[in-house]
């Protein structure tokens, strides 16, 4: 190569006295010494990449079967030791809680998988939850050994990055034996310079919790949100897709599709064993007391097999739960509008029978007619005058439902004054379920 910093320039232009030559030689000199300027940084970069680049061959390994070893689980099918894995849900679903529960678990040994029968250290890293506050108080809720259990942060406190504290990182895990480390929330750890929808930035971001797990041979796992809007299991892991490619266990928590009050735990994605049964359990409030203070926490309790489930079956359903949940929403405002512009707000009992016919008339079921009913508050009782019939009445300071708020935004029920009374409310009431679903199915289908 050849070194352009060292050429010499034997001369140099005399000024011409008619300006135009001396602009010339100055334009001359500037583009020479900016290509000085920019071969002598050329140099430094290559110097600098020589220096960083590692000394010595290439390491060339060749097969050995008597070096291999089968996968280790931490929890067998679920959580692999020695790489990263992942755990999604939603806020507030129940992670933390869940979390609680299997670190506590792995405490006293009794996870199913490499590590039962050996009460192992368990390490929380990160501040989304206080560890003395809540953490802690949960861990007892679950029986944890709480001598087995460090959290891991900062001097002075704040986030720990896998970049910058990787060598203390496993240097505090080495010291205490750790075993499992719970990473809250995975985000927080990545640093904030970090683009999380941008795949190689993540995975290097990701490679110190990678290569860690692999030299120390413990589990790492990382806690995300997923997408609200992801249809596949791939596409619901929020950010880049490099989260997902470089887990090797993905778990996803969600709510029992079939069961209220019931949570349930899928593998979503798994690389190094066939895919478990699913889990569900329920979520309880515990209370106890300790040096006078009351502490009252969730507990995650009554765990049981969940059949065939899988992480898409579990998306579908949530999707199909979402859909119906809108559509009844839409469908309790149009009834609402019914029964508010046909019963007089003047605190008497008024014949519930005209209301009832024009909910039906309309379409409305009577579980929904029931609902709105519930939801603005009304009164009701047998009548006095009529057997078998129903009054209602206003209580005071009723207050409009947010379902019916939301309708009267949609259908702005005084658009048309030429309508009547009862037509109007039949309109404007019968189109909003349609009108309502058609204008969010467009929207989804747009986004």
């Not at 290559?46 to 220096?51: E, L, S, V």
């Not at 029986?143 to 505090?172: C, H, M, T, W, Y």
């Not at 005058?385 to 209580?395: A, D, I, K, T, V």
């Amino acid at each position: 190569m050849s070194r352009t910093a060292n050429i010499s320039y034997p001369f140099e232009m005399e000024p011409s006295p008619n300006g135009h030559d001396a602009e010339a030689a100055r334009d001359e000199r500037a583009i020479a010494a900016r290509a000085r300027e920019i071969t002598v940084e050329q140099e430094a970069q290559q110097r600098a990449a020589k220096a960083k680049a590692p000394k010595g061959k290439l390491i060339v390994r060749k097969a050995d079967l008597s070096q291999s070893r089968p996968p280790r689980f931490a929890w067998s099918g679920r959580i692999l030791l020695g790489y990263l894995n992942l755990l999604l849900g939603n806020e507030g679903i129940g992670k933390g809680t869940l979390a609680a529960f299997l670190l506590a678990q792995w405490s006293r040994g009794k996870v199913p998988g490499a590590l039962k029968g050996k009460p192992a250290c368990v390490a929380i890293v990160g501040d989304e939850d206080s560890f003395q506050d809540v953490w802690v108080p949960r861990l007892h809720a679950a029986k944890a050994v709480l001598s087995q259990v460090v959290q891991i942060e900062r001097p002075g406190g704040g986030f720990v990055e896998l970049r910058q504290d990787r060598n203390r990182l496993a240097q505090a895990v080495e010291d205490h034996g750790v075993k499992v480390i719970y990473l809250d929330a995975l985000l927080d750890n990545l640093g904030v310079g970090v683009n999380d929808w941008h795949g190689k930035q993540v995975r290097e971001a990701l490679q110190p919790a990678r290569s860690l797990a692999r030299e120390l041979g413990v589990a790492v796992i990382g806690s995300l949100h997923p997408n609200k809007s992801g249809e596949t299991f791939r596409n619901l892991v929020s950010g880049s897709s490099a989260f997902n490619a470089v887990s090797r266990s993905s778990l996803l928590l969600a709510k029992d599709p079939d069961e209220d009050g019931r949570l349930v735990l899928v593998r979503g994605k798994g690389n190094l064993a066939a895919a478990p049964q699913a889990i569900t359990f329920a979520i309880e409030s515990h209370s106890f007391k300790v040096k006078r203070r009351t502490f009252n926490v969730p507990r995650a309790v009554a765990f049981r097999a969940g059949g065939e489930l899988t992480a898409d079956d579990l998306i579908a359903a949530t999707a199909e739960q979402a859909k119906k949940s809108q559509r009844a929403n839409s469908q309790v405002g149009g009834a609402e509008l019914v029964i508010k512009e046909l019963l007089p707000n003047d605190g008497k009992w008024h014949q519930a029978r005209p209301i009832l016919d024009t909910c039906k008339k309309q379409g409305f079921a009577d579980r929904t007619v029931r609902r709105a009913r519930e939801l603005l508050g009304i009164e009701y009782r047998k009548s006095h005058h009529f057997q078998g019939e129903y009054e209602y009445r206003w209580p005071a300071n009723a207050q409009p439902s947010l379902a019916a708020s939301r309708v009267v935004r949609l259908g702005r029920l005084g658009d048309n004054p030429a309508l009547s009374k009862p037509d109007k409310v039949a309109k404007v009431a019968a189109g909003q379920a349609g009108r309502t679903a058609g204008h969010n199915g467009k929207r989804k289908e747009k986004r």
